[in-house]
Structures are given as structure tokens and as C-alpha cells.
Nanobody, 123 residues
Framework: VQLQASGGGLVQAGGSLRLSCAASGFTLDFYGIGWFRQVPGKGREGVSCISSSDGSTYYADSAKGRFTISRDNAKNTLYLQMNSLKPEDTAVYYC?????????????????WGQGTLVTVSS
């Protein structure tokens, strides 16, 4: 099982980035899939997740209206389109998958983690 996140980088406030997460060794939507982020000194925050049961999406309040999660099942790849980026979005972003259905978008309910990709938003 492997999750490979990419697409991070340095962007000015107001800009956009698209993160990708390529999954191998399992079907990424089997139990759900999500994006989390972490800044130094804080725990991993659930940014956006897709439920395995009905395909519904969850967005953290900080992401609503600006971020869009999507997946390409044929490519077994997850995406996070991030628009109108703010300096407070600066973090390491991780993709992750739980190993049970019905997991909430919380880091303690997710088991497989990618290596993270750094997003830096300058003011």
C-alpha cells in the first residue's frame, strides 16, 4: 500500500495549486480517502475527505468554497484543487486512507499515509 502526494510548492496569496495523490496497492476509494494538513506544533487537520459509503464529501470550514476534492478512479488518484490560497493554508499536506468504512475525516481514523507535500503561501 502506497500513497504518493505531489503538487505542493510556493504560491502567492490568492493563487491556486492542485495536489495529487497516486495510490498503489489498493483501490483508493474502497474505504474512503482524504486530505489532511499539518503545521509545526499542531496535529493533523482534516481538510477534505470523500466517504466510501455514498461518495459524499467533507470540507473543513477553512476549506469550504475554496478547495475541491475529487478522484479519478481509473487512475486511482486523488486530487485537491486549492484556490484563493491564504498564508494560513501553509502546511504539509498529506493524503490518507482509512481501513474501515465510515471513518470520519479525522487523522486518528486514518491508517495509510502518504509522505506529504509542502504548500507555502506567501503574503
Amino acid at each position: 500500500v502506497q500513497l504518493q502526494a505531489s503538487g505542493g510548492g510556493l504560491v502567492q496569496a490568492g493563487g491556486s495549486l492542485r495536489l495529487s495523490c497516486a495510490a498503489s496497492g489498493f483501490t483508493l476509494d474502497f474505504y474512503g480517502i482524504g486530505w489532511f494538513r499539518q503545521v509545526p506544533g499542531k496535529g493533523r487537520e482534516g481538510v477534505s475527505c470523500i466517504s466510501s459509503s455514498d461518495g459524499s464529501t467533507y470540507y473543513a470550514d477553512s476549506a469550504k468554497g475554496r478547495f475541491t476534492i475529487s478522484r479519478d478512479n481509473a487512475k486511482n488518484t486523488l486530487y485537491l484543487q486549492m484556490n484563493s490560497l491564504k498564508p494560513e493554508d501553509t502546511a504539509v499536506y498529506y493524503c490518507a486512507s482509512p481501513t474501515r468504512a465510515g471513518a470520519d475525516c479525522r487523522s486518528d481514523e486514518y491508517d495509510y499515509w502518504g509522505q506529504g507535500t509542502l504548500v507555502t503561501v506567501s503574503s
